[in-house]
């Protein structure tokens, strides 16, 4: 059944205050089993959506025996096919190991401002009170954060004094071992992308709007595609047509499916529900779904996120959830990382446009304020800028080693 043009629509009663609509969600033909289109990951064409359908219907989905149906969704009994997706070539994106190491120029133009005013202040003739003070003042304008900032400013001033050293490769040494230990090395920083036995990794990412999250779900779908895992994405944003059009155009460029609908304000919760499913009758290593990041209130948020979780682990846990946050707005983006961590429980934080900004000790200001490892960073508008983060790269980066 699964080789046929399969075009399965769900319709879904949105719940919810009795405003019920109708969305339906479509997939198109897989590519991969056209002639011509083949794709390193096993996992080409794009799914398309169609306008909803007008009274459709309410029998059970039949896709997969077994298979959970959260009781809002339906099936229709229309099937139509979407017109198939201009062909190109696929992009064959490079794998993700040592990405930061290549990027490291970027990383070391926006950072290493900060490393040689810090250098500088401690290589001077004096390291009195007020050198220290305005080493610590420094990491501050670094978003580092005051405790971590005083913290590390008091372990090297007590470093320096027993090493009774000035040299300036020593001094350098310890500064390079202090912020590394801020930016906590031992940290886990993997991300749960693989499959495991008969389900898909299922990778939730949330984050405010204009963070770049979906930037980043589409180039975490290159990045995986280029380490040969085969992926799928669900646009949950449901909110702005044109990020399910965005989402939609990565996924294109590599050959990764995008479950969406094509109706504003439809139910996100359906459509991740419908993009993991999917994932498990494709045996997809890794579905991403891409959320709405609308910060109105903090229980809409919680509400809206928790439902999205728990249909998902209808079918299969949800190994990360992965906060998009932007590194050049400082307070507002830890602000942002608080209401986030509140409202749900967050594996790891996607820290992006690090390349527009200075601010590096955000990195460290973020991990402590909510207690979970940055994993990735994004260092550019290219599709391959997004890098899993390496503490010891990004301290060389600063201090221009
Ligand atoms: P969303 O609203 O959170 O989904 O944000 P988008 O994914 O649409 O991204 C907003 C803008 O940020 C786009 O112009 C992206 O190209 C840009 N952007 C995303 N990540 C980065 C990054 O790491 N560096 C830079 N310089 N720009 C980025």
Same mark, same amino acid.
């Given at each position: 059944?699964?080789? *046929?043009?399969?075009?399965?629509?769900?319709? !879904?009663?949105?719940?919810?205050?009795?405003?019920?609509?109708?969305?339906?969600?479509?997939?198109?033909?897989?590519?991969?089993? $056209?002639?011509?289109?083949?794709?390193?990951?096993?996992?080409?064409?794009?799914?398309?959506?169609?306008?909803?359908?007008?009274?459709?219907?309410?029998?059970?989905?039949?896709?997969?025996?077994?298979?959970?149906?959260?009781?809002?969704?339906?099936?229709?009994?229309?099937?139509?096919?979407?017109?198939?997706?201009? *062909?190109?070539?696929?992009?064959?994106?490079?794998?993700?190991?040592?990405?930061?190491?290549?990027?490291?120029?970027?990383?070391?133009?926006?950072?290493?401002?900060?490393?040689?005013?810090?250098?500088?202040?401690?290589?001077?003739?004096?390291?009195?009170?007020?050198?220290?003070?305005?080493?610590?003042?420094?990491?501050?304008?670094?978003?580092?954060?005051?405790?971590?900032?005083?913290?590390?400013?008091?372990?090297?001033?007590?470093?320096?004094?027993?090493?009774?050293?000035?040299?300036?490769?020593?001094?350098?040494?310890?500064?390079?071992?202090? %912020? %590394?230990?801020?930016?906590?090395?031992?940290?886990?920083?993997?991300?749960?992308?693989?499959?495991?036995?008969?389900?898909?990794?299922?990778?939730?990412?949330?984050?405010?709007?204009?963070?770049?999250?979906?930037?980043?779900? /589409?180039?975490?779908?290159?990045?995986? !595609?280029?380490?040969? +895992?085969?992926?799928?994405? /669900?646009?949950?944003?449901?909110?702005?047509?044109?990020?399910?059009?965005?989402?939609?155009?990565?996924?294109?460029?590599?050959?990764? $499916?995008?479950?969406?609908?094509?109706?504003?304000?439809?139910?996100? *919760?359906?459509? *991740?529900?419908?993009?993991?499913?999917?994932?498990?009758?494709?045996?997809?290593?890794?579905?991403?779904?891409?959320?709405?990041?609308?910060?109105?209130?903090?229980?809409?948020?919680?509400? $809206?996120?928790?439902? !999205?979780?728990?249909?998902?682990?209808?079918?299969?846990?949800?190994?990360?959830? %992965?906060?998009?946050?932007?590194?050049?707005?400082? +307070?507002?983006?830890?602000?942002?990382?608080?209401?986030?961590?509140?409202?749900?429980?967050?594996?790891?934080?996607?820290?992006?446009?690090?390349?527009?900004?200075?601010?590096? /000790? !955000?990195?460290?200001?973020?991990?402590?304020?909510?207690?979970?490892?940055?994993?990735?960073?994004?260092?550019?508008? /290219?599709?391959?800028?997004?890098?899993?983060?390496?503490? $010891?790269?990004?301290?060389?980066?600063?201090?221009?080693?």
């Amino acid at each position: 059944m699964e080789e *046929a043009l399969i075009i399965a629509g769900i319709v !879904i009663v949105a719940g919810g205050g009795g405003t019920a609509g109708l969305v339906a969600l479509f997939r198109s033909r897989r590519r991969s089993a $056209e002639p011509g289109s083949p794709g390193p990951t096993g996992t080409t064409g794009t799914t398309t959506a169609e306008p909803p359908a007008a009274s459709t219907t309410t029998a059970p989905p039949e896709a997969r025996p077994g298979a959970v149906t959260p009781p809002d969704l339906t099936v229709p009994d229309h099937v139509a096919e979407p017109a198939a997706p201009p *062909a190109r070539p696929l992009d064959q994106p490079p794998p993700s190991a040592g990405r930061l190491a290549r990027l490291r120029g970027r990383l070391a133009r926006s950072q290493s401002a900060l490393g040689s005013v810090l250098l500088n202040l401690l290589s001077g003739a004096t390291l009195d009170d007020q050198t220290w003070e305005e080493i610590e003042d420094t990491l501050i304008t670094a978003d580092m954060g005051v405790a971590p900032a005083q913290q590390l400013v008091a372990q090297l001033r007590t470093e320096v004094k027993v090493a009774g050293t000035r040299d300036p490769a020593e001094v350098k040494a310890l500064l390079r071992a202090d %912020l %590394l230990a801020q930016l906590g090395p031992d940290l886990d920083r993997t991300l749960h992308t693989q499959r495991h036995g008969n389900r898909p990794a299922v990778v939730l990412v949330v984050g405010v709007n204009g963070t770049g999250k979906t930037t980043a779900c /589409g180039r975490l779908a290159r990045a995986l !595609i280029g380490d040969g +895992q085969t992926v799928l994405l /669900g646009a949950a944003d449901t909110f702005r047509a044109a990020a399910a059009d965005q989402l939609q155009t990565w996924g294109d460029r590599v050959g990764a $499916e995008t479950v969406r609908s094509d109706r504003e304000g439809a139910d996100p *919760a359906s459509v *991740a529900f419908t993009a993991v499913n999917e994932g498990i009758d494709r045996r997809i290593d890794t579905v991403i779904v891409d959320t709405a990041g609308r910060l109105h209130t903090k229980t809409g948020l919680m509400d $809206e996120l928790g439902k !999205i979780k728990r249909v998902i682990e209808k079918q299969a846990p949800v190994d990360e959830v %992965l906060l998009v946050l932007d590194a050049t707005t400082g +307070q507002n983006g830890l602000r942002q990382a608080r209401v986030f961590a509140e409202v749900t429980d967050i594996t790891g934080i996607i820290l992006t446009k690090l390349d527009g900004t200075a601010k590096g /000790g !955000i990195v460290i200001a973020v991990q402590r304020e909510i207690g979970v490892p940055v994993k990735l960073v994004g260092l550019g508008e /290219g599709p391959d800028d997004l890098a899993p983060f390496d503490p $010891e790269v990004f301290v060389d980066a600063i201090l221009g080693d």
